[in-house]
């Protein structure tokens, strides 16, 4: 079964960058839709970038375009999420998984903390 990791949280200030990456154990993700999502505190679960696996396009919520950009590594083990202009609300745990649903079992995801 698929298992996708999120590493590279951190805390940053606001105004700053960050990079996430998204592995599978011991497999690629060039065959799948992989996106980015997240979940603050009191609030659920949402979808933030998407990459499709067929067309190489790329999909983002209202909330973080032209500041957030997903991407893939020539090799397409990893799907990275460069995260600018980073706001006190982008705080959240981000998770990695396909494009669902369904969605494969979720990883702990990775804390990012946007605060001065």
């Known amino acids: 079964q698929l298992q996708l990791v999120a590493s590279g949280g951190d805390l940053v200030q606001p105004g700053g960058s960050l990079r996430l990456s998204c592995a599978a154990s011991?497999?690629?993700?060039?065959?799948?839709?992989v996106a980015w999502y997240r979940q603050a505190p009191g609030k659920e679960r949402e979808g933030v970038a998407c990459?499709?696996?067929?067309?190489?396009?790329?999909y983002y919520s209202d909330s973080v375009k032209d500041r957030f950009t997903i991407s893939r590594d020539s090799a397409r083990k990893t799907v990275s999420l460069q995260m600018n202009s980073l706001k006190p609300e982008d705080t959240a745990v981000y998770y990695c998984?396909?494009?669902?649903?369904?969605?494969?079992?979720w990883g702990q995801g990775t804390q990012v903390t946007v605060s001065s």
């Open positions: 998984n396909i494009y669902g649903p369904p969605f494969y079992p």
């Open positions: 011991g497999r690629t993700l060039g065959h799948y839709a």
């Open positions: 990459s499709s696996a067929s067309d190489g396009g790329t």
